[in-house]
């Protein structure tokens, strides 16, 4: 057997039934979101629910609401009947997940969520079936057939509820504005959260970690400045501190053939002139993209008149697990 070769028609099976499910969403797809979206308002949760396999697909859905900002909590049916119910309150939403939608764990909560003001959105491949005639909205996971050989494995119907589940996250994401800003806030210790929450002002070197020296100054002030700071550059500043330029350990370096003792030579006659700056309510994550887009390693940061409030130094990055 080549393996290699069955994998691909696994994967090409899986992906038929996308494609079906991408041309099957329809006005239910939207009036989902719209349920959704007004019980969100009213402060309420949403409610994920599935048996089998679909227990686990539901709890990663459950997982991308949450972190996307829709609160979403799983419950599974057997849980529910011994004292978990009590999670439904008035104002949540249902998804419910079941393929064949005649689980009997899954209809015996239904006739229970039934009884409460909470409307019931069921991800089903049968709409016909008992749980698509006790739902207020249907969204079709129908899909020709599951991957293995036996067409029973659930394969292609979990993927399809999975990725059905992905839609809704991403829709309710855009129709509710949220926001990078808002990302970072749930997710504050990770690399992203931590990107997008830091600012300029939070990672920039100021005080005696900041080398600087006026353009008119010699050359071995700036290295003396650099070296007590510990620092890779010196910015370059006129007598009102407003930013001409920068030098850095590199500048010294190309400079060391130059005709007159470096030394000696001013700063200015050596300093890069206007250089790339930031501000201080910048995000981190522009600090990254600029690095990338110049590949330098020393910024500068300057107040909106242009004078001098830090520097950025990409070896202190690390440190603040900004990569």
């Known amino acids: 057997m080549d393996y290699a070769t069955k994998a691909r028609e696994v994967i090409d099976i899986e992906v038929a039934g996308l494609l079906k499910l991408r041309d099957s969403l329809d006005g239910g797809f939207s009036r989902a979101i719209e349920i959704i979206l007004e019980r969100l308002k009213q402060r309420g949760k949403i409610i994920v629910t599935g048996v089998g396999k679909n227990a686990p697909i539901g709890q990663k859905i459950a997982a991308t609401l949450t972190s996307t900002g829709c609160p979403a909590v799983f419950l599974h049916p ?111 210790g990770g690399a992203i959260g931590r990107t997008l929450l830091l600012h300029v002002a939070d990672i920039m070197r100021t005080g005696e970690r900041l080398a600087k020296v006026q353009g008119d100054r010699r050359v071995r002030d700036a290295v003396l400045a650099m070296t007590s700071a510990r620092a890779g550059a010196v910015a370059v500043v006129d007598a009102e501190n407003t930013v001409v330029g920068i030098f850095t350990d590199g500048d010294l370096r190309r400079h060391l053939n130059d005709g007159p003792p470096l030394a000696e030579m001013t700063v200015a006659q050596v300093m890069t002139p206007h250089p790339i700056s930031l501000r201080a309510d910048q995000l981190a994550v522009e600090v990254l993209a600029v690095y990338e887009k110049h590949n330098i390693d020393d910024l500068v940061v300057v107040d909106e008149c242009g004078k001098l409030a830090g520097m950025v130094d990409i070896q202190d990055l690390p440190k603040f697990k900004i990569f």
């Not at 104002?91 to 079941?98: P, R």
């Open 78 to 188: 057997s849980d529910a009947m011994h004292g978990d119910l009590g999670l439904v309150t008035t104002g949540d939403v249902m998804l419910a997940l079941s393929y064949s939608g005649a689980s009997e764990e899954m209809l015996t909560l239904i006739q229970a969520i039934k009884r409460q003001d909470v409307p019931i959105i069921a991800l089903t491949g049968e709409p016909d079936s008992a749980l698509g005639r006790a739902a207020d909205v249907i969204i079709a996971v129908t899909v020709e057939r599951e991957a293995g050989a036996f067409n029973l494995a659930p394969t292609t119907s979990t993927t399809a509820t999975l990725v059905a589940g992905d839609a809704l996250a991403m829709v309710l994401l855009d129709a509710r504005g949220f926001k990078r800003e808002d990302y970072a806030k749930l997710h504050p």
